[in-house]
């Protein structure tokens, strides 16, 4: 049992404490006063309002300020929300995303954008896209690919057409949690999930519930829902899902490969300027000759260019015309990258750049 004395240092600790949380209190209220000023002289000279850039510098200088025991990860999830607070002064940002609510595209958006966000959840990827080119929304975030079940193809046939930019991305550690109404394995005659979370499930499922028929549906959020109204339902889907349709989890962490992520774009109408550590997307179509892939990669091998990803597609347009989407580490100000694009240009049939944006960091629990 702790003694008198344990408790009293206890208390005084806590005393410490609650005066240094008024401090913290009041430090916010005088930094949101600040950002409001700003935020009345960007409207004055008709300025963006949200500045991506200036986070990422935040989240930077102060990891480098840190000298713990803080941890770094918990540092930049405290500023994401401080920084979210301060711009919902000036009216929210609108993230318009692929829903619904409790999807990991869902949880992307609120590690990118924070909890004071307005988030738009649309039906569709198209919608997504339709949502920031009309206006209604300042960004979307849209799934592009994933660690074992490969790229999203519509997210990629979407940009050939779109005027957006990419602005950003996010890394996503993807977790699938078995969960129904009771949290009793006894109780599950059914399970729901969206096809890519079963896929990912297929090992353990079979090991442990081989004889339990599965169901696809559009969403991981629309199998928990259904769980609500079928107590011998469960559903693979994420924790957000559980907490925010009442469910309990069963077992956590059902997926076959525990390093599981999936990466998400962030869209937007105008693109970044540098942040030092950028990658640039790009896609283009070449004609159809032999040794024509080669050819058009050499400008990057020339200038030192590392490639991180390199993915093809029918073009539709024509037969065996095919569209390449490249993502190379640099910005497109830079000079070897701009110089290096040139010379694709002169070599290739069509060449967009998609955007110029931070290179994410991998999340893990």
């Not at 550690?173 to 499930?201: F, R, T, W």
């Not at 997926?255 to 970044?272: H, P, S």
């Not at 539709?316 to 490249?326: D, G, L």
Request: aromatic fraction near 8%; glycine fraction near 6%.
């Amino acid at each position: 049992m702790a003694s008198v004395k344990d408790n009293k240092n206890i208390a005084q600790f806590r005393r410490l404490i609650d005066r240094l949380d008024e401090k913290i209190l009041s430090l916010l209220n005088d930094r949101a006063k600040i950002v409001m000023q700003i935020g009345k002289l960007k409207k004055a000279r008709l300025s963006d309002l949200h500045a991506p850039e200036r986070e990422i510098e935040i989240y930077e200088r102060l990891s480098r300020l840190n000298k713990g025991p803080f941890p770094d990860e918990a540092l930049r999830a405290v500023f994401r929300e401080i920084i979210s607070g301060s711009l919902s002064l000036e009216g929210p940002l609108k993230v318009a995303y692929f829903g619904p609510k409790a999807t990991f595209t869902h949880l992307a958006s609120l590690r990118q954008f924070g909890f004071s966000a307005s988030y738009v959840p649309v039906n569709t990827i198209k919608e997504v896209f339709s949502e920031v080119e009309r206006g209604r929304a300042d960004y979307g975030v849209v799934p592009i690919e994933n660690s074992t079940e490969g790229v999203v193809n519509y997210t990629l046939d979407m940009f050939v057409d779109s005027p957006l930019k990419i602005v950003g991305e996010v890394m996503q550690e993807v977790s699938h949690h078995l969960m129904n109404k009771s949290g009793k394995m006894g109780d599950v005659k059914h399970i729901y999930s969206h096809p890519h979370a079963i896929a990912q499930c297929r090992v353990w499922l079979e090991n442990h519930l081989p004889h339990i028929p599965t169901t696809e549906v559009s969403s991981t959020a629309t199998a928990a829902e259904r769980c609500n109204e079928d107590p011998s339902a469960a559903a693979i889907a994420s924790e957000l899902a559980a907490r925010l349709y009442g469910l309990t989890i069963i077992q956590r962490r059902i997926e076959d490969n525990i390093n599981n992520f999936t990466r998400f774009l962030v869209i937007a109408r105008k693109g970044l300027g540098r942040t030092g550590r950028d990658k640039t997307s790009i896609l283009f179509t070449i004609r159809d000759r032999v040794g024509a892939l080669h050819d058009m990669l050499k400008p990057f091998s020339r200038y030192g260019l590392n490639l991180t990803k390199i993915e093809s597609r029918p073009s539709r347009k024509k037969a065996w015309e095919y569209i390449f989407f490249v993502d190379i580490e640099g910005h497109q100000e830079d000079e070897k990258v701009t110089t290096a694009l040139e010379q694709l240009n002169e070599q290739c049939l069509f060449l967009k750049v998609l955007g110029s944006y931070p290179v994410a960091q991998e999340k893990r629990k």
